[in-house]
C-alpha cells in the first residue's frame, strides 16, 4: 500500500509539472519550463522511494503498469478540476482499454 501511496503523490506533481503550466500562457517558456522541472524534483522524491519499496512484491512492469493506471486517474481530475475541461466518453473508453491491460499485466500465465 505503500507503493501505491507514494506513486499517487508522485503523478500529482508530475501531472502539475507536465501539463499545470498550461494555465499560464502568458509566462515566459524558461520560467515554466524551470517551475516544471522544480515540481518534477518532487515527483522524483517520491516515485524513486516508491518503485524501490514496490520493487520485489512488483515486477518492474507491474510497477509501470501500476504508476500508468494512477496517472490516468490522477490526469482525469486533473483535467476536470485544475483546467476545466470535460471527459469525454472517447477519452473514457480509451482510458478504460488501457486500464483492461492491467488484466494482461497482472494475470499469471
Known sequence: MKTILLLTISNIFMTFAWYGHLKFKDKPMFLVILCS???????????????RIGHGTFTAAQLKTIQEVITLVVFCVFSVLYLKEPLKWNYL?????????????????
Open 37 to 51: 522541472w522544480l515540481i518534477a524534483f518532487l515527483e522524483y522524491c517520491f516515485q524513486v522511494p516508491a518503485n
Open 93 to 109: 473508453i480509451g482510458f478504460g482499454l488501457i486500464i483492461a491491460a492491467v488484466f494482461f499485466v497482472f494475470k499469471k500465465w
